[in-house]
């Protein structure tokens, strides 16, 4: 079954950094775009970045535009978001999808906590 396992979350200064990666399992990750959200309690949750499946187009909210990066490894079915300039606005649970046909897998999320 699909599987996708985030780590790399954790509490932050502002203007700090972090690296998030996904692992998958369960399908064939090469023929896949894959992306990262990321929810607030009490709102919707938010794409932040887009990578297609050989990771040579990518796609960012505004937010983040210029200070995350979204990468893919397909030898090792990981999709890693690095996260530079952090902002308290930044504080959210980071989720990785895998849109597969017409069914979106998610992740557990890990929590990222930007603050002094």
């Known amino acids: 079954q699909v599987q996708l396992v985030e780590s790399g979350g954790g509490l932050v200064q502002p203007g700090g950094s972090l690296r998030l990666s996904c692992v998958a399992s369960?399908?064939?990750?090469?023929?896949?775009?894959m992306r990262w959200y990321r929810q607030v309690p009490g709102k919707e949750r938010e794409l932040v970045a887009f990578i297609a499946s050989s990771g040579g187009s990518t796609v960012y909210a505004d937010s983040v535009k210029d200070r995350f990066i979204i990468s893919r490894d397909n030898a090792k079915n990981t999709v890693s978001l690095q996260m530079n300039s952090l902002k308290p606005e930044d504080t959210a649970v980071y989720y990785c999808?895998?849109?597969?046909?017409?069914?979106?897998?998610w992740g557990q999320g890990t929590q990222v906590t930007v603050s002094s």
């Open positions: 369960g399908f064939t990750f090469r023929r896949y775009a």
């Open positions: 999808k895998a849109v597969i046909g017409i069914d979106g897998f």
